[in-house]
């Protein structure tokens, strides 16, 4: 388990809050269906994920490749969707995808998001429904 304290931003694009345009970024999406549905996007700029994932797993960042950072983001985003879900829709059942990686060149940054601010960097989230 990881613990880094965030708080919610009033920004609600990509181009307003700077994510894809100042740090290289890493982007994952999982599709869900039920009674509805759709999918959720994760984008978080590689330092902060790097500083997840260093915590997720217990290693120094020397240790941490590509395959590690995917597999904290995809890890990531089935908790939050998962909670997400279960919280705004308890006696819905749902079921969740697998996570698969998005190239971030592929988002608009006009894309509305919640964009979620740590201590020194920002990450965001994106819930769409069909």
């Known amino acids: 388990m990881f613990y880094i304290p965030v708080e919610f931003s009033e920004e609600t694009t990509l181009l307003q809050s700077r994510i894809s345009k100042t740090k290289a970024a890493m982007a994952c999406q999982l599709e869900f269906t039920g009674d509805f549905s759709g999918h959720f996007t994760l984008l978080i700029p590689r330092d902060l994920l790097l500083q997840v994932t260093q915590n997720f797993l217990g290693e120094s960042s020397g240790q941490i490749g590509d395959e590690q950072l995917s597999g904290t983001l995809t890890e990531m985003l089935n908790m939050i969707c998962g909670n ?38 920002k990450m965001a989230i994106n819930i769409s429904v069909d």
Not at 90 to 111: A, C, H, N, Y
């Open 84 to 121: 997400a879900l279960s919280k705004l829709y308890p006696r819905t059942p749902f079921e969740l995808g697998i996570p698969k990686m998005v190239d971030v060149s592929e988002i608009p940054d006009t894309q509305l998001f919640m964009i979620i601010e740590s201590t020194h960097s």
